[in-house]
């Protein structure tokens, strides 16, 4: 009922000598021992750096990707208690505007008149600096520094479809972080005992069309430190999977498949997460808010619908105990994508 899941242990390069995935980097590991080597595959070559920070007041998000023959960078927050949300996306051809490396623990920036984002990586931290000038009329300035504690786990996992479209997917949760973010004249502060990121690194050659479910979260809850992620669709059929808690920077490996039940006509009911077989993940979501974003642009088409709200339940530890989740702040989504 679970998938055999090789663990990495050294480094590996993802791709061979042809830009084809190299089949030694197939497995998972704890830390990021693949480099994304991409080479070749033009116009399928997909890269990207997401983070996600949870504050206590304001959830802030920064991402630079690229298409191989597009880039696309898009900020954005939420005001959890106002609901106050606000987003803003360049979308340019061929820029030589961006720095995106084939390790994860590297520095990457976006530089542009509408958009300056930076993600610099040094000792065990990054710092993230994003800088617009008009953000729906005001400007906005992060700067936030996130910790990357060296006893911390994270889920590193090569999915491959095939030899010619595979993905490498770096999950690292639950890092704590400290900072502002400041829109117009009001300044959110981020506490580094209660606030927490998520980066999602992606780097792959990718089939024209695909659609995923993803689930995370990072908070503090009853003295520990919990990550959440969960994938879905996208992983189906590979033997692999994106599948993972974290307990206080420790990860348990999840070796089957999660299924998220959710009404595609109504987002904003409940969803349920559960593992395919067992009853090791059972979660449900209440979602408070619905971030659509829908882009159309030649050859780019995609939908995403990422909400905001709570994960209750438990998932199980491998000696079989119950970790209890309540009312913990995360997010979920849907994603298609022709690209």
Known sequence: MQHVERELTEHVMLCDAKGQLNPNAIGFAREPLIECNLRGNFLRK???????????DLMFSATISHLDYATICNVYFLNYETLRFQEKTVILPFTRQLKLPGQVLESSFFRHDEMAIQFDYSQNKTHI?????????????????????????????????NRQTFQFTGKHLSLPTS????????????????????LDYGRGVWPRETSWNWAMASQRFHGKVIGLNFGGKWTDGTGMTENAFFINGKMT????????????????????????????????????????????????????????????GYVREPDGKKVKILQMLGAIEEHHAKW
Do not use: M
């Not at 997909?46 to 206590?56: D, L, M, R, S, T």
């Not at 502002?180 to 998520?198: A, L, N, P, T």
């Not at 999660?258 to 449900?284: C, G, Q």
């Open 46 to 56: 997909k890269k990207w750096n997401y983070w996600c920070v949870f504050g206590e």
């Open 129 to 161: 600096s994003v800088t617009i000038d008009d953000f729906e009329g005001e400007s906005l300035q992060a700067d936030l520094e996130v910790l990357h504690p060296e006893t911390h786990d994270s889920l590193n996992v090569v999915i491959p479809w």
């Open 179 to 198: 900072g502002s973010v400041k829109i117009g004249s009001q300044r959110f502060e981020f506490d580094v005992d209660d606030s927490y990121s998520i």
């Open 253 to 312: 490996k999840i070796h089957e498949d999660v299924l998220f039940r959710y009404n595609r006509e109504n987002y904003k009911e409940p969803w349920l997460i559960h593992t395919k077989f067992s009853d090791d993940v059972r979660l449900t979501f209440i979602p408070f808010f619905e971030r659509i974003s829908k882009t159309d642009v030649r050859l780019v088409k995609s939908e995403i619908h990422q909400l905001f709200g709570y994960y209750t």
